[in-house]
Structures are given as structure tokens and as C-alpha cells.
């Protein structure tokens, strides 16, 4: 049975004076992403794809060179726009994204809607699959896009009680029944 891998990016260098699409994996991170290697599951991947965003490439980097596969990268697998505000400290992050999540339908202070940014990444894992028949697939990219589509999976509004616990963890789901194996797990117990 085919299956996907939604996989997040673990933790990165936080560089406000970078833009977060460009932020890169930290030293943990890195380590995180080399223990995800030993996972059962890992051989068995035919296809990877990626974010088009630093910390997301250099993840699936770590996982392609392990099972020698090239890594494809679109851009519509990326995280919710969030460039309006430019960088918010992790209090006020965590304040934007539950207005994010609590309200699909609007704008925060000029964000991506998360009703468009689930639509857009519903779209680009249908385009992936179709691309990729009987492949397992690995997709790395990144928490709120990861959750919008496990909410789009499991049929249910869009809510932040269905986010990833922190970075640098996966869920799986089958193709044919479009229903998800397990729910979130970490990469690494670290």
C-alpha cells in the first residue's frame, strides 16, 4: 500500500534579521534529522519532495542522501505566508498563529489565510501523488501547512488542537484511503 510521510523540519537557527524562509536547520536539528534515518520506514521511500524554504531543503537533504534519491522542490509546499509581519517573538508568534488557526477565513495582519494556505497545500500533495503512483513518498516541509492537512485528512475544521506538539515531527497516511496511519510523532527522541 502506497504511503506519505509528512515530515516537518526540526528546530533551526533563529535569525530575525533573516528572513525565515531562509532560516537553516541548527546543530540540533541536524542531529535530529540524521537520527530520523533509522526509522523502519526510511528504505522503503521512492520519492522526496520539499519546500522550496532553507530549513525544509536541508531536512529532506539529510534524508535524500541516506537513500541516494534527488529531492524535488515546490515552492506550493512551502509554510503559510507570514511576511507581512515580518519576524514576531515567540510570544507574539504563538498569539498570530492562534489567531491563524481560530480563524481560517481571515487575515492576520495580512498573513496568508489558512483557508488558502490548506487549499494550496491539499493541492500540491494531490499533484505529488498523481506525479508519484506507487511510490512512498516522503514530504518534508513544515508545521502549520502539515496541519492544515492532516485537518483536511481526518474531514475536520481547521484547528490548532491538530498541530505538531513542536518542531521536527511526522505522520503518515495511505493513498488509497487517504486516511492517516498514525498521528504526529517526533523524529528523534532528542
Not at 151 to 169: F, M
Not at 172 to 180: E, P, T, Y
Amino acid at each position: 500500500m502506497q504511503k506519505v510521510y509528512f515530515i516537518t523540519h526540526p528546530e533551526v537557527l533563529i535569525a530575525p534579521d533573516v528572513p525565515v524562509t531562509q532560516w537553516s536547520l541548527s546543530e540540533k536539528g541536524r542531529e535530529r534529522m540524521t537520527a530520523f534515518l533509522q526509522q523502519a520506514f526510511v528504505p522503503s521511500l521512492t520519492a522526496i519532495y520539499s519546500s522550496e524554504e532553507t530549513k525544509a531543503i536541508e531536512a529532506a537533504a539529510i534524508l535524500a542522501a541516506s537513500i541516494d534519491i534527488k529531492i524535488e522542490k515546490l515552492s506550493a509546499l512551502g509554510e503559510n505566508d507570514r511576511t507581512a509581519t515580518g519576524f514576531l517573538q515567540k510570544e507574539q508568534f504563538e498569539a498570530a498563529a492562534d489567531q491563524f488557526f481560530a480563524h481560517p477565513e481571515n487575515s492576520f495582519q495580512g498573513w496568508e489565510r489558512a483557508c488558502d494556505a490548506q487549499q494550496r497545500i491539499i493541492n500540491a500533495v494531490e499533484h505529488i501523488i498523481q506525479k508519484s503512483a506507487e511510490k512512498n513518498i516522503a514530504i518534508v516541509a513544515h508545521g502549520a501547512v502539515g496541519t492544515l492537512y492532516k485537518c483536511h485528512l481526518k474531514n475536520i475544521a481547521i484547528s490548532r488542537s491538530e498541530d505538531q506538539p513542536s518542531q521536527g515531527h511526522y505522520y503518515c497516511f495511505d493513498v488509497k484511503h487517504r486516511q492517516l496511519e498514525h498521528d504526529w510523532l517526533p523524529i528523534s527522541a532528542n
